[in-house]
């Protein structure tokens, strides 16, 4: 109950109508549910590599990078590209079990990162059948090591 | 020995209906939804039944075009441009697919941002490599090269 004081110095007791103010809330809230998403959304950014640009170049040389192939059978493929990498051996990662062997990967991927610290670019790569979700998951595993991930546009691609 | 237990309404008694403790609910609802609305990419609904993959990324979505791919369809910008069957493209529209999305990213382009390069990918995480790297090719044809993949944070 409130209190209006007028001039003459009388006070009136008003009522507060509160209802419009519940209709108001019940079409924001009603809005705000249909509207609203509890998903929380995130980018992995990436660059889109043809073949062309994973040829190795003919003049000067090009600098290293490495490039990741996920294979239909779930097996992974990390092969170097470009220019001289002392030791490097291309890595070869079985399945495990059923699945995608991405404790491994992670690692290796590590290993390679502190090794040879002048690779920056890493380019994936996967064969028609391999599904969006593991190609993600291989770029996130990417990313987490190399400044720059680009997706190839197409799987013939010829690495030295 | 019946009226002791039937409680007998006055003649003329208002009963009122109290909304205030409604009005408190409503408030801490409205409250909460508020903060959990939120404003950046918001105009990001997703069409038909799409499974976005997981992943940890923390960079938040820029604002670009959309490319979605679902089940049945190629969407740019909401709108369908190419039909998929079980996410993959007919062989025998191949071609008219590609013809399709390439007009569509030009008519983008030629409307919008001419120089922008952002591309947001909003794609089934079932979605088989194939169909994406077409869709890729098409769009790095028409200047798209810098691409951002959807994916959902795991809570």
């Known amino acids: ?160 | 020995m019946k009226s002791k237990f039937v409680k007998v309404k006055k003649q003329g008694e208002d009963v009122s209906l109290q909304i205030t403790s409604m009005a408190d609910i409503f408030v801490i609802l409205l409250v909460f939804l508020l903060k959990s609305y939120s404003t950046s990419m918001s105009n990001l609904t997703l069409t038909g039944d799409v499974a976005l993959p997981e992943g940890q990324a923390t960079i938040e979505l820029k604002e670009a075009l959309k490319v979605e791919i679902t089940k049945d369809a190629v969407l740019i910008d909401q709108k369908p441009v190419a039909k998929l069957k079980k996410f993959e493209f007919s062989s025998e529209s191949a071609e008219a697919d590609e013809s399709s999305m390439n007009k569509a990213l030009k008519k983008h382009r030629k409307v919008n941002d001419k120089n922008s390069s952002d591309l947001v990918v909003i794609s089934d995480e079932r979605t088989p490599s194939e169909t994406l790297q077409r869709v890729m090719s098409v769009a790095a044809g028409s200047g798209f090269v810098d691409l951002q993949l959807v994916v959902v944070r795991p809570e």
């Open chain 1, 1 to 160: 109950m409130a209190t209006i004081q007028s001039d003459s110095g009388n006070s009136q007791e008003v009522d507060l109508n509160i209802v419009p103010v519940i209709d108001c809330f019940t079409v924001l809230i009603t809005y705000l549910l249909v509207a609203a998403s509890f998903l929380s959304l995130s980018a992995l950014e990436v660059e889109t590599a043809s073949s062309s640009d994973l040829a190795p170049m003919t003049t000067a040389e090009p600098p290293a990078s490495l490039v990741i192939d996920l294979l239909s059978d779930k097996t992974i493929k990390i092969q170097s590209l470009g220019g001289p990498l002392k030791g490097f051996q291309p890595v070869v990662i079985p399945k495990n079990g059923k699945d995608w062997d991405w404790g491994t990967f992670n690692d290796r991927l590590q290993k390679i990162q502190k090794r040879w610290p002048s690779i920056t670019d890493v380019t994936v790569n996967a064969e028609k059948k391999v599904i969006y979700k593991d190609l993600v998951r291989s770029v996130e595993g990417a990313k987490a090591k190399f400044k720059k991930v680009y997706l190839a546009e197409n799987h013939e691609i010829e690495v030295r």
